[in-house]
């Protein structure tokens, strides 16, 4: 596929991040792309997903827990929604721990680096390893950053050169000192008492005498020298090197401003004694030599911000380093951190008709699937189609009737099932109309449930018709490696899965059921909401088959061990699956079991201690 000025501008905004770089920078692609050159891009990655992922970014690491769930919204697709119904349900969990990385995994070692130069955000010292329960990390020197590098120039690029800048500018420890003592100066001033009162009429005034007097609050004792110098002390002990956090550095908020701007001066100068100005000078002074091959001269306005503009000349030559990259990456950088990642997409109904839901959910399940792996990412697509349930009786039995032949598991290859939407609604009127036939029906759900040779001749004719007719979708939507995994795939796990949540406690007794009442979760009269698990008859729920899908794909020795698992369904769904997320932290299901190992984290092989992530991609409203 050519490369588009669209599908470029894109990427190139996600990782700039955002601002009047990202648009300026669109106007160069426009004259590499349109005539399509040398850019020729993989099926990685279409211009449609490109675009569709814009705002598709993953959470820091720094902001949730691996395995504690959190929705996230996937807004740039249709509008429309589809049903949640359980006749025609579209899969999709909602839950999420993020990485560092962007879902595109071109920030894993931060997209930071931009416009061609590769920036480490590890620590540049063993020393700022220590500011890491600051959430914050410091970059290393950008200085020696190579201005032909191949990656794309960004924000983090930009940052990594200011945190350079400050630890090389200003003492950490002094500036510490002096933000302990501006503290500690800001509580020796008090209010000015109100004196009105007694200059309208002092004690004789009545309007005085009738307003209570304030209580003047106990005022300590003053500080000592020495007392002050030990908190000064303290605090220059326990300082850390200055880090991204401490930088300030924002997309401009308006184009005349530049492309970012750069606030550090603004609350650095009164902790080192030095006005704004007179601090983002020196500021600039160490930013001139490490950005100027790619920047235009840094501008202090104001009080003293400090605007960053990217030089024309560098963004041309950007994009047509982009349009000429022979790996056909658009100079995008592989991920720091490989992960192994599923994608539940699509998941039709066996018998029935893909509806809008299940094509956007396939588009869009796709299209993360091919980011992801642009990126470096081991990505497993995983078709959990509806094959099993109640409705497979009533369907065995009318095939019974109509197609016997589809009994025989030597014959029932040959039988051609013509319209399977129709073969449905046939077998509905007669299951809602016949006494007799629904009798068999729910007879023959318990044939099939316990392995009848028949029964289970009949489920694989329709699902094999079913998936002649899927292919013809996916074929035409370019959907290719879609594995299936059905329902029914997960049946020998459920019984395990109820008695593992019985046996911890979670699972109760709930007229006739057995139910997952979980923190927070209420009916609209304030009843606990339960997460039924399985029915008064046995049967089991979507809950007990996603609970037993998550433990395969994330725990058991014999499952996928997968790093990440995203769940693309509709908005709908967001409850479900936050409640079965839920309940799989709780139960553990998130946890390693004892004979398995984790996979793989970072380059270093390194076990990936934060967990397993389960997401939920929700579109519609």
Not at 104 to 115: D, E, Y
Not at 252 to 271: E, H, I, W
Request: net charge negative; aromatic share 6%; glycine share 10%.
């Amino acid at each position: 596929m050519r490369i588009t000025s669209r599908a470029v501008s894109v990427v190139v905004a996600t990782m700039l991040g955002g601002g009047a770089a990202s648009s300026r920078f669109g106007g160069f692609v426009g004259a590499f792309s349109a005539g399509g050159g040398r850019g020729v891009v993989r099926r990685h990655v279409a211009s449609s997903s490109a675009a569709s992922l814009a705002a598709f970014r993953s959470p820091s690491s720094s902001s949730s827990s691996s395995s504690s769930p959190s929705s996230f919204s996937f807004g740039c697709v249709a509008r429309t929604r589809h049903s949640a119904s359980r006749a025609f349900r579209c899969r999709g969990p909602a839950s999420s721990s993020y990485s560092s990385s962007s879902i595109g995994g071109w920030a894993a070692t931060p997209p930071s680096s931009s416009l061609f130069a590769s920036v480490s955000t590890e620590a540049s010292s063993s020393s700022s390893s220590s500011s890491s329960a600051e959430e914050d990390s410091t970059p290393s020197s950008s200085s020696d950053l190579p201005p032909s590098s191949s990656s794309l120039l960004g924000i983090d690029w930009v940052r990594s050169a200011v945190v350079s800048v400050l630890n090389d500018a200003f003492d950490p420890a002094e500036v510490a000192r002096g933000a302990a003592m501006t503290k500690l100066d800001k509580g020796k001033k008090k209010k000015k008492k109100n004196k009105k009162n007694n200059k309208k009429g002092g004690d004789n005034d009545p309007a005085a005498a009738a307003t209570p007097a304030e209580e003047t609050p106990e005022v300590p004792p003053p500080m000592s020298e020495e007392e002050r110098r030990a908190i000064g002390d303290a605090a220059a002990a326990s300082a850390n090197p200055f880090g991204t956090m401490d930088t300030m550095v924002t997309p401009a908020t308006r184009s005349d401003f530049g492309d970012y701007q750069c606030n550090a001066a603004m609350g650095l100068a009164k902790n080192v004694g030095m006005n704004p100005r007179e601090c983002a000078s020196r500021i600039v002074d160490g930013l001139r030599p490490i950005v100027g091959y790619a920047m235009e001269e840094p501008e202090i306005a104001g009080p003293g911000f400090i605007n960053l503009r990217f030089k024309e000349s560098y963004l041309a030559e950007a994009a047509r380093r982009m349009a000429e990259d022979a790996d056909g990456r658009l100079a995008v950088p592989m991920s720091g951190q490989k992960k192994k990642v599923i994608i539940d997409f699509s998941s039709p109904n066996i018998a029935k008709e893909m509806h809008v839901g299940h094509l956007r959910s396939t588009i869009i399940g796709d299209t993360l699937s091919n980011v992801l792996e642009f990126a470096g990412h081991d990505v497993v697509r995983l078709n959990h189609v509806g094959d099993w349930g109640t409705q497979f009786g009533m369907l065995v039995e009318h095939l019974r009737d109509e197609y016997p032949a589809a009994l025989n598991e030597e014959t029932s290859t040959d039988v051609d099932l013509g319209d399977l939407v129709q073969l449905y609604k046939a077998a509905k009127k007669r299951f809602d109309a016949d006494e007799e036939f629904k009798v068999r029906a729910r007879e023959g759900v318990v044939r099939l449930q316990g392995g009848d040779g028949e029964a289970i001749a009949a489920w694989k004719s329709l699902c094999a018709a079913s998936r002649v007719e899927y292919q013809k979708i996916y074929d035409a939507l370019n959907i290719e490696g879609l594995e299936e995994r059905g329902e029914s795939f997960y049946n020998p796990f459920l019984n395990g899965v109820v008695e593992d949540l019985e046996g911890q406690g979670l699972a109760v007794e709930s007229e006739g059921a057995t139910a997952v009442f979980l923190d927070g979760y209420a009916n609209r009269d304030g009843t606990p909401l339960p997460m039924l698990v399985r029915k008064s008859d046995g049967g089991f729920n979507y809950a007990t088959t996603d609970l037993a899908a998550i433990r395969h794909r994330v725990q058991l020795p014999d499952g996928e061990n997968a790093d990440r698992v995203l769940y693309v369904t509709d908005a709908g769904q967001s409850q479900h699956f936050e409640m079965v997320f839920a309940a799989a932290e709780l139960a553990g299901f998130l946890l390693p079991s004892s004979s398995s190992s984790s996979s793989g984290g970072g380059d270093d092989g390194e076990d990936n201690k934060a967990g397993p992530s389960l997401e939920h991609v929700p579109f519609g409203l």
